[in-house]
Each structure stands twice: as structure tokens, then as C-alpha cells.
């Protein structure tokens, strides 16, 4: 084992989460580049701001809309989650999602809930991405929530690695040999893991939630919030967008196919059984 | 009597295939009794509850930087 080498660290509070940037031989400097990167980015892929690039093509109601190369690539993103996930994961559940109450950033609290059961539009049938352009059926939308997040972690690697950890609230990815040449040593499940070029994410109906049954995941078959008899899953995959994708099918599967699941998709993961049945 | 000659032909060259490769495939099985793929799906739903590793990830012995968590 090599001696440690000394950890740069930086913490600031950006998209509506804690953002945590570590890097082994890498300037403080560079770190808050990567801080200003991420709050620029993340205020070109925010919903909750009307002036960002995500909202005008929310509110495009059918035309194509110009859009920069971030916010292209999440898209892109996205269709591919949507295939991994079988349709599970479905940044097109916006109205669900502002049915169930989420109309704005959760700090500014939630709105009433206005709750019918309607099922989420497959996203290639709402979503069109071409080279710089985009367009969004009308009355659909899109929250990119933590995909944009993981696809976030995954670029802040890509431009200030080798040897650095994004962690984009829970959303991180591990570049890198980390501080002692064996991997970054990251905690999931109460574990640490050595994470070298790994992704890891969390997906939890116990956080962001305003009510006994509304919460922020919603369910694409159902259109309401997900009840499936898991609380919080966990995942270790190659990226941290792939982490995200894998952790949020598994809790929308439910206990019963969620470890099959994850054994197929997932280098690591944990599960944790809903406590109220 | 050639068309004759021609069909029967054909028809033995067709039934001479199907029966040469079914013994072909037959005498190549490895493992008749061997279990459907994937193997994953025999994963139980013991799973829950637990932080199941796989073989390329290590566990590490030292205070973790920073952890997953739900935000």
C-alpha cells in the first residue's frame, strides 16, 4: 500500500442539494472551477428556474427549441435510462410529478396535491433530440433530476480527474486510485467501499417527501408516487448516471425483483425494506 | 421419369440433412441438464436488507471521504 497522499476537499450547497468535490494533487483553484461549472450547469438543467434552458423547452408546447450541448446530452441520457430501465425510469413524469404537489423546490415547501392516477407517456414518444435542438410534445415535460445530477459527477471527473470524487448529493462518482493508490473509500449500507472509476448513487422515498403516501419518485405505470415495499436502494455501477438509473429502477420493482435486478446491473447494492409494510 | 428422378432426389437430400443434423446436435450436447441463463435470477429476496458486493469492487478498512445518500 502507498502512503496517503493528501485530499484537496470542497463543500457547497448547489442544485437544491450538498455538493462535495475531493482531488488528490489538484489545485483549491480547480476545485472551485469544477464549483462554478457545476452551478452554471446545473442552472441550465434546473426546472425550478422559468429563464433555464430545461424550462423554455418545457414550456415549448411542441416546437423545437435550440439547446446547448449539456443539456442535449442529458437528454440523450435520459432516452438511453429509459431503455435501461424498461420504461421505469421516465423523466417525462413532470405532470405527475406537479399533480402530486412537487411545483417547486421542496425548501420553498410543496403545493396541494391534485392526485389522479394517469400513466406517463413513453418518453420516445414525447421526447425528439436532434444535433442542438430538442422537442417536447405538448402537455408533456421533463425533470431531470437525478440523472442530471449523476451525468453531472460523471463530466466533473472526465474534466478535472485522474484522481477525483464528485459527489453531487449522493450522486458521485470516483475517478482514480484515490489517496492511497487503492481506491477512494466511499460509505454505502453503512460500508466503506474502495471505488476506483465506480459510480454510486441512492434513490429513497424517505427524503423529499411532504405527506404519509407523496413523495418525490413517481411510479411511470401509475403516475403517483411509488409504494413498492422498498424505502432506499443503494448502487455501485461503472458511472454515476448508471448508478442513478439502476438504483431508482430497483426501487420502483419493489423487493421481489429488485435483487435480480440489481445482481444483473449493479457492482454493489443495497436494499432496505420499507418499515411500514 | 426425370422430373421423377429429381424430386425423389431432392426429397432424400432434404430428409438425409434433417436426420444427419439431428444427430449432430444431439451427440454435441455438453450438458442437458445444465440450468437456464441467467444465472442471477435464482437471487433470493434475502437480498433485502443486506449490501451485497460484487467481485470488482473491494471492501476498504479506512473511514470513508464521503458516502451515497439520499438527497
Known amino acids: 500500500m502507498r502512503p496517503e497522499n493528501s485530499i484537496e476537499s470542497h463543500h457547497f450547497e448547489a442544485l437544491g442539494t450538498t455538493c462535495a468535490l475531493f482531488a488528490v494533487g489538484l489545485a483549491r483553484a480547480r476545485l472551485l472551477e469544477a464549483e462554478d461549472w457545476t452551478r452554471r450547469t446545473g442552472a441550465r438543467l434546473t426546472r425550478f428556474s422559468p429563464d433555464s434552458e430545461l424550462s423554455i423547452l418545457n414550456a415549448s408546447a411542441g416546437r423545437w427549441v435550440d439547446v446547448g450541448a449539456e443539456l442535449e446530452a442529458v437528454l440523450r441520457e435520459s432516452l438511453l435510462a429509459f431503455e435501461l430501465s424498461a420504461g421505469l425510469v421516465n423523466v417525462a413524469v413532470l405532470p405527475a410529478m406537479l399533480a402530486a404537489g412537487y411545483t417547486r423546490s421542496l425548501a420553498e415547501g410543496p403545493t396541494v396535491a391534485t392526485l389522479d392516477a394517469r400513466g406517463v407517456p413513453r418518453l420516445p414518444d414525447v421526447l425528439e433530440v436532434g444535433r442542438g435542438r430538442a422537442r417536447i410534445a405538448p402537455g408533456s415535460g421533463v425533470d431531470l433530476g437525478g440523472i442530471a445530477k449523476g451525468w453531472m459527477a460523471d463530466r466533473l471527473c472526465e474534466m478535472f480527474g485522474p484522481n477525483f470524487v464528485a459527489n453531487l448529493g449522493g450522486d458521485l462518482r470516483a475517478a482514480g486510485a484515490g489517496p492511497r493508490g487503492d481506491g477512494w473509500p466511499v460509505g454505502i449500507g453503512g460500508t466503506t467501499l474502495a471505488l476506483r472509476d465506480h459510480g454510486a448513487a441512492t434513490s429513497s422515498v424517505r427524503r423529499r417527501r411532504w405527506g404519509a403516501a407523496l413523495h418525490h419518485l413517481i411510479d411511470p405505470r401509475s403516475g403517483l408516487p411509488a409504494r413498492t415495499g422498498l424505502d432506499e436502494v443503494s448502487v455501485v455501477a461503472r458511472s454515476a448516471v448508471e448508478a442513478e438509473v439502476v438504483a431508482k429502477t430497483a426501487l420502483v420493482l419493489g423487493p421481489d425483483l429488485a435483487p435480480a435486478y440489481c445482481a444483473r446491473h449493479a457492482l454493489a447494492y443495497w436494499l432496505e425494506a420499507s418499515h411500514d409494510g | ?71
Open chain 2, 1 to 71: 421419369m426425370r422430373p421423377f428422378v429429381l424430386k425423389a432426389a431432392a426429397t432424400a437430400l432434404t430428409m438425409a440433412t434433417t436426420v444427419a443434423s439431428a444427430l449432430f446436435v444431439t451427440s454435441h450436447l455438453k450438458n442437458p441438464a445444465a440450468p437456464l441463463q441467467p444465472s442471477v435470477l435464482t437471487v433470493s429476496r434475502n437480498d433485502v436488507g443486506g449490501l451485497i458486493v460484487g467481485p470488482s469492487v473491494q471492501a476498504a478498512d479506512v473511514e470513508p471521504v464521503t458516502s451515497t445518500y439520499a438527497s
